[in-house]
């Protein structure tokens, strides 16, 4: 196994925000390469606007550029699969206080799970801290311009389901 430090960035990136993104840079710093995990099917049933392939196709466009990045579908348990991918470092973006206890408890359970992960928890700029998907998602729902809160691949997927107000067009 190589000694490259690699962490693993789990989520539904459903779809990747610039709050996302953000984490991946930080990341970045920390590590040699970052893997953004793309959760299939979520064990929270999160209705998803993206098949796991979209979000998959449109996180590595993201990064095409950044060969210190990979982008990968995942299912089933993480723990087994960043094990497989020799990454000993979970990533987790926290936003807000309404975020920790899901994912504290989260980071015990997969700690004891595989007591050799880490967990790492980083702050976004605080420019992201209100941004989600889901928001993203329903603001372009609804009309509203998103074209500020995701990267220039994602926008483009986003005008080509809900329409060109995405972008503020
Ligand atoms: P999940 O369904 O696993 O929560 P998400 O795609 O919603 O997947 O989020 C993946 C990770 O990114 C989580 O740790 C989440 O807290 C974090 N995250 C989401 N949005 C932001 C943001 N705006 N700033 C920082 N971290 C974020």
């Not at 459903?14 to 893997?35: K, W």
Request: aromatic share 8%; hydrophobic share 45%; no cysteine.
């Amino acid at each position: 196994m190589s000694d490259q430090r690699i962490a693993i960035y789990p989520g539904s990136f459903d779809p990747l925000t610039l709050g996302h993104d953000d984490i991946v840079r930080r990341s970045l710093r920390l590590v040699d390469r970052v893997l953004v995990a793309i959760a299939g099917t979520a064990t929270q049933m999160k209705d998803s606007t993206f098949s796991v392939d979209e979000r998959v196709q449109v996180t590595q466009e993201v990064y095409a550029d950044e060969p210190r990045v990979e982008v990968v579908p995942f299912e089933g348990l993480l723990v087994d699969f960043a094990r497989q991918r020799g990454a000993r470092l979970i990533v987790r973006g926290l936003r807000a206080v309404s975020d920790f206890e899901y994912e504290f408890q989260m980071a015990l359970m997969n700690r004891s799970l595989w007591p050799e992960i880490e967990v790492i928890f980083m702050a976004p700029a605080s420019s992201y801290t209100f941004l989600s998907s889901s928001l993203v998602r329903e603001v372009a729902h609804l009309g509203g311009d998103v074209s500020a809160f995701v990267p220039a691949p994602v926008l483009r997927e986003l005008v080509r389901v809900y329409g060109p107000a995405a972008s503020g067009a």
